[in-house]
């Protein structure tokens, strides 16, 4: 029996030492920093077949004479702008892209490659997002918030010496290219808005479905929880190590299973789903611009539509047909520009038009600027199967 309970005793033990040594590699917290993202940032462009570089832009550490911190956090140490630029013919008009919420210039890595054959490309990743620099968000107000994102990128495009560019911002991303347009306009030649947020205001554009929803006990936690600024990024931290299947779950779902358009490879998919993890685990910064720009439902606190008067920079929107933001709002704009504006829509794609119908959106990019790119303009048709409207 003493034998029986000995060899029990020793059983139990070495199956608990066992348990006790699977728990690290368990619970252990994939870590992330700009390091990783950079990392993986260069991992992801190894598919891109145009040559590129990198560089982190000093922005320095605040905009000339502003009294408010905008951007320089508790200390005055330099400011970087995570920016890649890609090769081009000489001659070629600049494009700066600007990415959206809860993303970074990778992700428009399966269109660079076309448009570096028509322009000179450089992406950024904003202050605050990616491998930019991520100082602690002081801002307490709209107002503050979007200086946040247009004195950093003036600062940026100074450090660049850049003028006379053709500006395309993604969602959150073309808000921001919007109101830096409309605030240095001298310095745009084109602006490219893709699924572009910030036009509609909650008191003009809710549907009925979001007015009830908003009405019922599950709408009142979703609205407290936005007024708190508790962001989706929140989330794949406090999974910690479930953190990368929840991000892997969520690229396979909205650019595998149920992607509009061309579903990613499985290295594509690999690829972005390592890449968007780290730069969504990274420190909290930019990502709480959230509350102070829209209203719990993407409404933006301070409408581009009720600047539409004022825009000075010819305009071309793009959205995909399945695009779950609302393009009725750029229609209303452009009643009240007073310069030239176009509308175009591209089939099988959604929010990300760009990753679901690349060829589709090149077309597209490739139809606004048509002007800078080709000699012969004015007999240039729309591309077979975008819309026009």
């Not at 991000?247 to 779902?253: E, K």
């Amino acid at each position: 029996m003493a034998e029986e309970f000995s060899a029990s005793v020793a059983a139990t033990t070495a199956t608990n030492r066992k348990k006790r040594s699977l728990w690290p590699s368990v619970l252990r917290w994939i870590p992330t920093s700009t390091d990783h993202i950079i990392a993986a940032e260069k991992r992801l462009l190894s598919i891109i077949k145009t040559p590129y570089e990198t560089e982190q832009v000093n922005i320095g550490s605040g905009p000339p004479g502003s009294n408010i911190r905008w951007f320089r956090s508790v200390s005055n140490e330099p400011r970087f702008i995570n920016t890649v630029s890609f090769d081009s013919k000489e001659g070629s008009p600049t494009l700066v892209m600007v990415h959206g919420y809860g993303a970074s210039q990778g992700f428009f890595f399966r269109n660079f490659d076309a448009l570096a054959q028509h322009f000179k490309v450089i992406a950024i990743d904003q202050l605050g997002w990616g491998g930019s620099s991520r100082p602690d968000f002081t801002c307490k107000s709209t107002e503050e918030t979007e200086a946040w994102f247009i004195d950093s990128f003036e600062e940026w495009r100074k450090a660049k010496n850049l003028s006379n560019f053709i500006l395309l911002g993604h969602s959150f991303g073309g808000y921001v290219a919007a109101k830096y347009a409309l605030k240095y306009p001298e310095h745009i030649q084109h602006l490219v808005l893709v699924g572009s947020a910030g036009f509609s205001s909650e008191t003009e554009h809710m549907s009925e479905r979001l007015t009830r929803f908003r009405s019922t006990w599950k709408g009142a936690i979703m609205n407290h929880l936005w007024e708190s600024n508790f962001t989706p990024q929140k989330i794949v931290r406090g999974l910690g190590p479930l953190g990368p299947d929840l991000v892997r779950r969520y690229t396979s779902a909205r650019f595998g299973a149920y992607a509009n358009g061309d579903v990613l490879t499985e290295e594509e998919s690999r690829l972005l789903t390592d890449y968007v993890y780290h730069t969504l685990a990274a420190k909290a910064s930019g990502e709480l611009c959230l509350k102070y720009i829209f209203s719990f439902g993407a409404f933006a606190r301070m409408p581009l539509l009720h600047s539409a008067s004022e825009w000075k920079v010819p305009t071309t929107f793009i959205y995909g047909f399945q695009d779950w933001m609302n393009y009725q709002g750029a229609q209303e704009a452009r009643k009240q520009m007073k310069v030239p504006c176009e509308l175009i829509r591209v089939p099988q794609a959604g929010h990300f038009v760009f990753i679901d119908n690349p060829a589709a959106f090149h077309s597209a990019v490739f139809y606004a600027c048509r002007r800078f790119i080709s000699p012969d303009q004015d007999n240039i048709s729309l591309p077979e199967g975008l819309e026009s409207i």
